[in-house]
């Protein structure tokens, strides 16, 4: 056993058996020699700039899920559905209507084929194709999307640019977590400040584009030059993502995962990965530990297997894992219910105070972004902490979440229930710097982008359902809220049972 003494930090030794045990002896010595080669790097250049362009992955998925495709939509369908610049007006109806949901439906439809054919295609033709195409074609089909002659091209356009945006987070945190040494696996946890980022960009240009630039919602006709506010956003949003397309693909270059070439077989392939970032990071061959290396070289063999199969291998993992899978399918089911349709609940509760305008919501839209943003940098200090870890913070974030949406239904004015959505943005923010974190740690390297994939399609079924939920519900009343805020609850309380926290451990 050996432990970095500057950082606490637990790497396991050749023959040591790790915690989180992943039923494959052999795997397990590898893994353990290249985080302790891994270890040695140390935390320097590359890592820092793969900090920044796997953000950019944490980035997209929170960008376009939460600028309220709901709003969007709605106000797009306005001159869109007749196919001609004059449309009736649409009334604020008591229940949402099919057309109005669709949207959202085919985004969590993209969404889901994205999460599972990029998360594992990642283990199957490597990181490094996943990684540089998902950017390409959020960004490509949103450009088009604004330029949507009809409704029906503007749903099948955000189906394809959700399969982009789904892709990113099962490949950038196993990307990144590969990279980086044991001593600074709370990065994982921090990277969710970008998710934040996400949501305050996104909700910054909505606000002064479809706020401005939209139909008056009392207005008895809707002519095109007067909605041209979504088509705005998308060409923003849409060129955006090229812009950070750009850097990742012509000013950063990314190596092959050395774990996953160790996984693959393709044993000297990792050690000249480990050179080049060694070398990138100002480091010589000299200055690193020869004979760590020579133990790379004699001990890394071929390795195969079914990968969902060795996610099951143990009694212990397969407990994990499944806890996993039914904490995103929870959170999957709670957030998009709460967070797709919370400009509607906003604006409608907003019009009860005489606040319920378009520019309003999204006012406070861009409040509530804002407010989200420490919420991932105190994440990254919490999950550090021995009393907490990253189980327990987990568990009281979500329960946190949970309490604070509970608690908005009892708002009886504009402040109060702008006060409770900041509580609850900031503690979901932290929910999901830990579990974006946690996930992957939990993993094996050789079988982490399917489990990212399993865990974030189950996000994305649950997803799915949010709209058909709506459907039935009435939404001029809380049952929504309520809905999600149980959901919430229970997946804090789910969190608690996890029999891995891997805080202080090297990721295998």
């Known amino acids: 056993m050996s432990d970095n003494k500057d950082s606490g930090v637990h790497v396991p030794d050749d023959g040591e058996q790790s915690d989180t045990y992943t039923g494959d002896a052999e795997y397990q010595r590898k893994a353990n020699l290249l985080n302790g080669a891994m270890q040695e790097i140390g935390m320097g250049r590359y890592q820092w700039a793969l900090f920044v362009v796997t953000g950019f992955g944490w980035f997209a998925d929170n960008l376009w899920p939460v600028s309220k495709p709901s709003m969007l939509y709605i106000n797009s369908n306005r001159s869109l559905s007749t196919g001609s610049h004059r449309s009736n007006p649409t009334p604020s109806p008591p229940r949402i209507s099919i057309p109005r949901t669709l949207p959202q439906t085919r985004q969590n439809i993209g969404l889901l084929i994205g999460a599972v054919f990029w998360g594992v295609g990642s283990d199957v033709w490597g990181r490094r194709i996943s990684f540089n195409i998902t950017l390409l074609i959020t960004g ?20 394809v640019w959700s399969i982009g945006v789904g892709g990113n987070l099962p490949v950038d945190s196993a990307i990144f977590l590969e990279f980086i040494p044991a001593s600074h696996q709370y990065l994982l946890t921090v990277l969710s ?28 006709e809707c002519r095109r030059e007067d909605n041209q506010g979504w088509r705005y956003f998308l060409y923003a949003m849409g060129g955006l993502m090229l812009f950070l397309w750009c850097i990742r693909f012509f000013l950063f270059k990314l190596y092959e995962s050395p774990k996953y070439l160790m996984g693959r077989g393709r044993d000297e392939k990792a050690i000249e990965v480990l050179h080049a970032v060694a070398e990138r990071n100002g480091k010589t ?4 530990d020869t004979s760590a290396k020579g133990a790379i070289r004699r001990k890394l063999s071929n390795l195969s ?10 009694r212990k993992l397969a407990y994990s894992t499944s806890l996993i899978i039914v904490l995103w399918a929870l959170i999957g089911l709670a957030f998009p219910l709460y967070n797709a349709f919370v400009t509607y609940f906003l604006s409608t509760r907003g019009a009860d105070f005489g606040d319920g ?12 972004s804002v407010i989200g943003v420490p919420g991932a940098l105190i994440a990254g200090y919490l999950v550090e902490l021995p009393t907490l870890g990253r189980r327990g913070t987990l568990s009281i974030s979500t329960l946190l979440t949970g309490a604070f949406i509970l608690a908005s239904t009892t708002a009886r004015s504009s402040a109060a229930l702008l006060g409770w959505n900041c509580a609850y943005s900031f503690t979901s923010n932290v929910m999901y710097g830990v579990l974006y974190a946690l996930t992957p740690e ?9 489990g990212n994939a399993l ?16 459907l039935y519900a009435d939404l001029t009343t809380s049952v929504p809220i309520y809905i999600s805020g149980a959901l919430f609850l229970v997946a804090g309380f789910i969190a608690l049972l996890l029999p891995f926290d891997s805080r202080g451990k090297a990721a295998l």
Request: glycine fraction near 8%.
């Open 140 to 159: 490509v089909f949103a450009v088009a999307a604004g330029g949507s002659p009809n409704y029906v091209a503007l749903c099948a356009f955000a189906s």
């Open 193 to 220: 400040i970008w998710w934040a980022f996400g949501q305050l960009i996104g909700s910054l240009i909505a606000w002064p584009l479809i706020g401005n630039f939209s139909c008056d919602d009392k207005a008895s």
């Open 285 to 288: 061959d000299s200055e690193m």
């Open 305 to 314: 297997g079914n990968h969902v199969k060795s996610l099951f291998a143990t």
């Open 357 to 368: 305008s378009t520019y309003i919501t999204y006012r406070n839209q861009v409040i509530l």
């Open 442 to 450: 939990l993993f094996p390297t050789k079988d982490r982008g399917t």
């Open 455 to 470: 865990a974030a399609a189950a996000n994305r079924v649950f997803g799915i359902m949010a709209p058909i939920i709506a």
